[in-house]
């Protein structure tokens, strides 16, 4: 951390929303999720997330999905301007001391091959590339698609995992 202030973690909670909607347009702004999106799945059993924030100003989020002993990280998206401060990071490995206390053994990913920081917040996190999604994500430009590294880890579930 590059502060003197604290980043805190807490739940994303269906009444953020709009929150984690502007967030991720800020993140992805190529292909933003609506509104709808997130409140859809907030309101789903198995879905969870994180946001960060410092001094009450979001920074980022982390949207999850579980399902038996599988998570599915739906979506990281920090802000521009937050980036190189770790909360990526800080936010991945809370979601995934969640995913191991209720007992998830997987986790598993799709990111844009191009999103070359991203690959590499999930490689020092333990993930290795299992397959590629080939034209799975859309740019501005409607006839550009680029391809989706699907990435996998395994964790160690259970009730002594950290939170």
């Known amino acids: 951390m590059h502060s003197d202030r604290a ?24 292909d933003p999720w609506p509104v709808s999106a997130f409140s859809e799945l907030l309101a789903t059993p198995g879905t969870f997330g994180f946001l960060a924030s410092e001094a009450a100003a979001p920074l980022g989020f982390l949207l999850c999905r579980a399902a038996a002993d599988e998570c599915e990280i739906l979506t990281i998206s920090v802000l521009e301007a937050a980036r190189r401060r770790s909360v990526g990071s800080l936010l ?30 999930y490689r020092r996190a333990g993930f290795t590339q299992t397959a590629v999604r080939p034209a799975y994500y859309r740019r501005k430009n409607p006839q550009q698609r680029v391809d989706a590294a699907v990435m996998a880890l395994a964790l160690e579930a259970g009730p002594d995992a950290k939170t």
């Open 7 to 30: 980043i805190e973690i807490r739940d994303l909670r269906p009444a953020d929303a709009a929150l984690a909607a502007a967030l991720h347009a800020d993140g992805f702004g190529q």
């Open 92 to 121: 991945l490995s809370h979601g995934l001391g969640h995913a191991a206390a209720i007992g998830v053994r997987n986790v598993f990913l799709e990111v844009a091959v191009d999103n070359a920081a991203a690959i590499s917040l």
